[in-house]
Each structure stands twice: as structure tokens, then as C-alpha cells.
């Protein structure tokens, strides 16, 4: 397995009991961590950004909602905006959409680990967290199919198992960790 450094991305999906696995993880890296991080927390329609404020404040990296057509740049997380598909185009630009919710989620995490996937290839890390349906599993797929690496929360740690395990459950995971081996990694 390559270092967390050999990556060019990490994609993260979560839902349920993501805002506390989160922040687990990222507050384990570094003001000077350089590869981007994307990722997806189900929520409803019309939260308002106090997400992206409660990460801000626990963690050292610059943490933004997305912007359409935004370049990805080192060392920031980028948040997908409540009610928007966050997609990584062929140019490393992020692109927002208001398709049909996909697994019953707008943003998707299968929307944005497989298009990531297309993206990065086997420079990409995707990791699903915490959440309480499937979505995020047949990204994971994709990201092993195209060489990335899939790692996903330890089930018996998160605390709503049934999205890791069904992304485990696809067999293209290849590690299951709790949130401090995941972030040990990350930081390299």
C-alpha cells in the first residue's frame, strides 16, 4: 500500500455520526497537510453552514463549502452544499448538480466517488464513515475498480454501521480501520 502522500485526492462520504467521525480524523492533520480532501455529509436541503464552521473550528485545514467550477487545491476540504451533487471533472474542477437524489441523497457520495474515481484513477483514497444507508458503495466500487484505494470505518466502531459495512459488503474494500488508524494514515 502506498503512503497517504503518493495520493493526489481522498474523497469521504458519511452520514449518521459523521460530524463526530469527521472530526476525528481531521483534526489529526497537519495546517500543512497538502492533498485535497472532498467530501459528502448527507444532511437536509436547507442547513444552513454551520457544518462547515463546527469542522472549521476543530481541525487546522481550510474547510469550504464547494463552488461550481472551483479548481481543487491542495491542503483544503471541500464540503458538497446541502441539495447539490459535488462532482470532480476531468480538469480537477469541481462541478455542482441538481440531478434526481441518488441512494435517496443530494449530494451523493456515489456521485462523487465515482466521477473522483474517473478523475484521479489509482491516485485516489475514498473512505466511508459513519451513516445508515448504502450510499457510497457502488462508488467504492468504482474507485477499487479504477485502482484507487477503499478503506472504510471499522462498523463495530461507527455509530451507525450499516454504511460502511455495506460498502464492505461490495468486497472492494481493502481495509476496514477505526477513525485513529484511519487519520494515522491520512497524515502519513
Known amino acids: 500500500m502506498k503512503t497517504s502522500n503518493q495520493y493526489e485526492a481522498i474523497v469521504i462520504g458519511t452520514s ?9 480524523i481531521l483534526r489529526m492533520l497537519p495546517e500543512t497537510y497538502t492533498v485535497p480532501i472532498l467530501l459528502v455529509q448527507h ?10 464552521d463546527v469542522l472549521q473550528n476543530k481541525c487546522q485545514l481550510a474547510i469550504k463549502q464547494a463552488d461550481e467550477k472551483e479548481a481543487i487545491r491542495p491542503g483544503r476540504v471541500y464540503v458538497a452544499p446541502p441539495d447539490y451533487h459535488m462532482l470532480v471533472e ?12 441518488v ?10 466517488f465515482e466521477s473522483a474515481a474517473m478523475a484521479y484513477r489509482d ?15 457502488a462508488g467504492i466500487r468504482t474507485i477499487n475498480t479504477l485502482g484507487g484505494l477503499a478503506i ?13 459495512q455495506a ?18 494514515f491520512l497524515k502519513g
Request: proline residues 8%.
Open 43 to 52: 444532511r437536509a436541503r436547507n442547513s444552513p453552514a454551520l457544518f462547515e
Open 90 to 101: 476531468a480538469d480537477r474542477t469541481i462541478s455542482l448538480s441538481v440531478e434526481p437524489p
Open 152 to 164: 472504510a470505518q471499522n462498523p463495530k466502531e461507527a455509530q451507525y454501521p450499516f454504511m460502511p
Open 123 to 137: 491516485k485516489l483514497v475514498g473512505i466511508i464513515l459513519s451513516g445508515s444507508n448504502s450510499d457510497g458503495a
Open 103 to 112: 441512494q435517496y441523497s443530494r449530494p451523493s457520495i456515489d456521485v462523487l
Open 16 to 24: 449518521a455520526g459523521g460530524l463526530t467521525a469527521l472530526t476525528t
Open 167 to 184: 460498502a464492505i459488503d461490495t468486497g472492494a474494500v481493502h481495509v476496514v480501520w477505526g477513525l485513529e488508524e484511519i487519520g494515522e
